[in-house]
């Protein structure tokens, strides 16, 4: 992979938020959950996670997560996706979720 600056770096708007509502998302072509994530001054932004064979859905609610919050949103079957949830894959290729270590506020940058 090649290298970048840390311009490049400051340019991925890297927020934490917390999940609020956690619904079943039938229509994806992979399983998937619709996610309503609380990004503080960035109010309330939706996602699609891939994360059904780790999570369930009453787990999810009052986790923080980390999300790319300035990708362009994104059409997934009948959902538009605002914010990209991220996570790491594990050794049977499920999506475990990237999360502060310790709670912090709402719509904190990653530095």
């Keep these: 992979m090649s290298q970048i600056t840390w311009s490049d770096f400051e340019r991925i ?3 934490v938020g917390t999940i609020v509502e956690v619904d079943d998302f039938p229509e994806a072509k992979k399983p998937a959950y619709k996610l309503l994530i609380d990004l503080g001054d960035l109010g309330l932004k939706k996602s ?3 994360i059904t064979k780790v ?9 923080q997560v980390v999300c790319v919050t300035n990708f362009p ?3 997934i079957a009948n959902f538009v996706s605002e914010v990209l949830t991220t996570g790491f894959s594990n050794e049977r290729g ?3 979720l990237a999360q ?12």
């Design 100 to 111: 502060p270590e310790r709670k912090v506020p709402n719509g904190a940058k990653l530095m």
């Design 13 to 15: 708007d890297l927020r």
């Design 48 to 50: 699609s996670a891939q």
């Design 94 to 96: 499920e999506i475990v």
């Design 73 to 75: 949103p994104k059409q």
């Design 55 to 63: 999570y369930q859905k009453h787990e999810l609610v009052g986790k």
